[in-house]
């Protein structure tokens, strides 16, 4: 069985002082953290459309490859402000509050249960020696996918998965000393080298780009056994994971356009 855990927000209804679309921007609402700025909408959140690449025949076309390309959010706004020194002030926290050198989550008011990941990328033009103004900024979302909040599950899967999706995390704890293999019937992640004690917490860890074993918190990547489908171990709809040595525990975000 699986349930769902949110481990950002407790409360998930709309606050009746923000905009319907205003955005939370690792962990940030703009309309809260700087005086006189409000959003006034945002366009990129629509369903994309997919690259296809085809050859031609004779009748038709045979299609190559299908990628998904990146997704760009354009934040339209306004900041107001009775002082216009003070308002390029507040438009100066509002650069320093977007400017990031990774990717963050971002949800939207009215839409809580979505979750993108993105950094700021570039901004229209913004006017000086005004009481008020409007301009834009964009979000690059490297990963154009909308995530939900995260899942957890003692080794069946069930949602929405249309693309290649890997688990957050997959935990077992070792209930008797030995080897450990972790499959879904397909797929197996190994470590047959190597004896673990009772109790030992083995994390299958996919949150960095590469993954990582660790034990009891300690990066044990060398423990892998070679042949295992480590880089390719994908979750599916219906799907059942199973431990040879411990019960699971598994964290996975379901994914849509």
């Not at 700025?37 to 990129?44: D, E, K």
Request: glycine fraction near 6%.
């Amino acid at each position: 069985m699986y349930h769902f855990e949110d481990t950002t927000i407790r409360e998930c209804r709309r606050s009746p002082k923000l905009p319907n679309s205003a955005m939370n921007y690792d962990g940030i609402f703009f309309e809260e953290a700087i005086k006189g700025y409000r959003t006034l909408s945002v366009s990129g959140r629509e369903m994309l459309a997919v690259n296809l690449e085809v050859d031609n025949i004779n009748v038709g076309s045979v299609i190559a490859n299908q990628t998904l390309p990146p997704r760009v959010l354009t934040i339209n706004y306004m900041i107001t402000n009775n002082d216009p020194e003070m308002i390029m002030f507040n438009y100066r926290w509002l650069m320093e509050y977007v400017l990031r050198e990774n990717d963050v989550p971002i949800y939207f008011n009215d839409e809580r249960d979505l979750i993108y990941k993105g950094r700021y990328s570039s901004t229209a033009d913004v006017p000086g020696d005004s009481y008020s103004f409007i301009s834009s900024f964009d979000i690059y979302c490297q990963d154009p996918r909308k995530h939900t909040r995260i899942f957890e599950t003692d080794g069946y899967i069930g949602g929405r998965l249309p693309f290649k999706t890997r688990p957050l995390n997959m935990s077992v704890t070792i209930a008797r000393q030995g080897p450990l293999t972790i499959t879904d019937g397909v797929k197996t992640i190994s470590m047959s080298g190597t004896n673990f004690k009772i109790g030992d917490v083995v994390e299958v860890d996919f949150s960095e780009r590469w993954g990582r074993i660790l034990v009891n918190g300690v990066n044990k990547t060398v423990l892998l056994d070679l042949t295992s489908d480590f880089e390719n171990f994908y979750l599916h709809n219906e799907q059942i994971i199973t431990s040879s040595n411990g019960p699971i525990t598994i964290k996975y975000r379901e994914v849509s356009m």
